[in-house]
């Protein structure tokens, strides 16, 4: 069954949706009206975030999903924080959800290899048919998380962690072809692509599929971004008409 999910993703634009609290589209109904114009679009499998969202979309579609959970907490920071599915039990309340396939954080932030080793080798134990995906930032890291018994090795957190930081926009082809070059997993590209460029580049790396979230899923993300530029135009017009 492991072996079969991977085929079904393989070669595959995969599509994340998902929307946090401030966000009009959050929640369980608004996620699956999200996953469905993914699908009519030609979406062949999703990324999904918390159990109820993933359950709705089980309940009235057949693709893959990829289940995380994002667990936020008060005080802290998203460049020295665990956060992308951080326990066992977060793990496994995606599974028991329907998650087809489970990402978590596969970063050492606060924490030591071997914790992370005896978390990873918990699920597979209880959950051998469920592949598991380790969202990195380095190649450092997908060395680890393939020793440890990742299936997938997903260049997510590039650019998210206090070590990878930095003022690029673009995504890591380097850790993506990297990835594909020194490893043996199956490798999933993802992270900061806006651009048909930026895709037709990253698919230069081979990857075995390539996740696009907020560029297509998040309209008010969208709507920023494109708000942005236009201020940019009006106050460069505005500075023009003042000489």
Not at 74 to 100: H, N, Q, W
Not at 175 to 192: P, Y
């Amino acid at each position: 069954m492991k072996t079969e999910i991977l085929e079904k993703i393989k070669g595959q634009l995969i599509i994340s949706c998902q929307a946090f609290e401030d966000n009009p589209l959050y929640g369980a109904d608004h996620m699956l009206t999200i996953a469905e114009c993914a699908r009519a679009g030609g979406a062949k499998a999703l990324r999904i975030c918390w159990p109820d969202q993933v359950k709705k979309i089980k309940e009235h579609m057949d693709l893959p999903v990829i289940g995380i959970y994002k667990q936020f907490r008060e005080g802290m920071c998203l460049y020295d924080d665990v956060f992308i599915t951080p326990t066992y039990e977060t793990a496994r309340e995606m599974i028991e959800a329907g998650s087809d396939i489970v990402a978590l954080d596969g970063t050492l932030r606060k924490r030591t290899a071997k914790e992370l080793e005896t978390m990873i080798r918990r699920l597979k134990a209880d959950f051998p048919h469920i592949p598991l995906m380790a969202d990195i930032a380095t190649m450092e890291e997908g060395l680890l998380c393939e020793a440890i018994g990742f299936d997938i090795l997903s260049t997510t957190l590039s650019g998210y962690t206090r070590e990878t930081m930095s003022d690029s926009k673009e995504p890591d082809y380097r850790l993506a072809g990297e990835l594909k070059q020194k490893t043996r997993c199956f490798v999933n590209a993802e992270g900061r692509i806006w651009e048909q460029a930026q895709l037709e580049r990253i698919m230069e790396e081979k990857p075995d599929s390539v996740t696009i979230g907020t560029s297509v899923t998040n309209p008010m993300a969208i709507t920023r971004r494109f708000l942005s530029t236009f201020e940019k135009c009006r106050e460069a017009e505005k500075n023009e008409a003042e000489f």
